[in-house]
């Protein structure tokens, strides 16, 4: 009894829309066959084998036909080794199993990643230490990330010359890497040197690749990212603001040098054109003085008591122009006049301090000689007379 009741619990009665698909299909095939049976004259076994093999063998041979998209090639292998590469557009090749059709992309940009793997969950990729752990040359160790984009240019080669081409090319990009990075010290390849590393590296692995015949073109390589290990993270950090100040402060002087230096190149220029200025009024001075000494030898030469005397009131009028006049009773009858030729000299002497440079001092002091002894000699042939 309990086997029964498990039974009946086990197999539930069918619906009704099944047993009336059954019926409808027994119906179908007693009518089908009684027709065969009934027309087996018109239908003979030869027949109808001649026209299921036709029909097969274009279903066969229509299976060949394909169509290869924008971007892709067809590799056509017969019997396992290559025949043929097709390009974009319909296309047929005898079909399986004598040839089988390969459509390889040539046009999508593929990349792989050394030393992290991306995370689509998470912003932050996941670190490889066993890849991106590598020793420079100064015999310190960094962490490098590298991503190398890359795209088929031979699907032949890409296909039948190397075997496990990413994983190849990979193990290549990581070989390459280390070799790089150990020719270099940490902290080029941390400052100024990366674009040259990047370039190095694509050089090396493209040229690896293609003695491999791998049908491989590298895109781009990346440096994704460069940093020494977390465990000396803080004492990088300390090194690297410490160079920065260093050059910050290298910087500052630069450019307060370059602001000094051509205010004092400026000043040594004026001072020079000044001198030269100086230089060129004395001369010309001088010159004067004497063309005119010589025009007036001449004229005393002809009339000496005229010129002494048309001198010596030139030098009075010369003095008096520019000096207070003092009258003085020296209990005579006619009154007598005083000139302070001191105060007049030193006046002058400090005039010419003040607007002359220190450099000028000793030649204002040597003409004041010269013009004393000049007056005092033209005064003395009056006072004899």
């Known amino acids: 009894m309990s086997s029964e009741k ?55 041979l229509a299976s060949g036909i394909y169509i290869i998209d924008q971007g892709n090639r067809g590799v056509v292998t017969r019997f396992g080794a290559y025949s043929e590469t097709t390009k974009p557009g319909p296309n047929w090749h005898i079909p399986m199993p004598i040839e089988e059709i390969t459509v390889i992309n040539v046009e999508q940009q593929r990349f792989i990643e050394v030393g992290y793997r991306g995370n689509s969950r998470s912003s932050k990729p996941e670190l490889i230490p066993q890849e991106s752990l590598m020793l420079t040359t100064d015999e310190n160790i960094i962490n490098v990330r590298l991503a190398v984009q890359y795209q088929i240019n031979n699907a032949r080669d890409y296909l039948f010359n190397v075997k496990g081409n990413e994983a190849t090319l990979k193990q290549l990009t ?92 400026g000043a040594a220029s004026r001072l020079l054109l000044e001198a030269e200025a100086y230089e060129a009024e004395k001369i010309a001075k001088a010159k004067g003085e004497t063309e005119r000494f010589d025009q007036l030898l001449v004229e005393y030469e002809k009339a000496p008591s005229i010129t002494r005397k048309r001198l010596y009131l030139e030098a009075k ?69």
């Open 174 to 265: 990581e070989s390459v890497e280390r070799a790089v990075i150990g020719r270099n010290n940490m902290d080029y390849i941390l400052t100024e040197g990366r674009s040259e590393i990047v370039a190095e590296i694509k050089r090396d692995i493209q040229l690896a690749m293609d003695d491999y015949k791998a049908g491989i073109t590298i895109a781009s390589v990346n440096l994704q990212d460069a940093q020494p290990p977390e465990e000396v993270q803080g004492s990088f950090e300390d090194a690297i603001r410490a160079r920065e100040d260093k050059q910050r402060l290298i910087n500052e002087a630069e450019a307060y040098s370059n602001e000094i230096i051509p205010k004092a190149r």
């Open 317 to 385: 009028e010369k003095l008096f122009s520019s000096t207070n006049k003092v009258i003085l009773d020296a209990g005579q009858n006619a009154p007598q006049m005083y000139m302070p030729l001191q105060n007049v000299a030193s006046h002058q002497l400090a005039a010419n301090k003040s607007s002359a440079p220190e450099s000028t001092v000793e030649a204002a002091e040597t003409d004041k000689n010269q013009s004393t002894k000049m007056i005092n000699s033209n005064l003395r042939p009056s006072r004899s007379k």
């Open 6 to 60: 498990h039974n009946t619990t086990q197999h539930s009665p069918q619906p009704d829309w099944k047993l009336e698909l059954e019926k409808h299909w027994k119906t179908v095939y007693q009518k089908s066959l009684g027709y065969l049976q009934s027309h087996k004259q018109q239908f003979p076994l030869s027949k109808i084998g001649s026209i299921v093999g036709g029909g097969s063998l274009v279903i066969w």
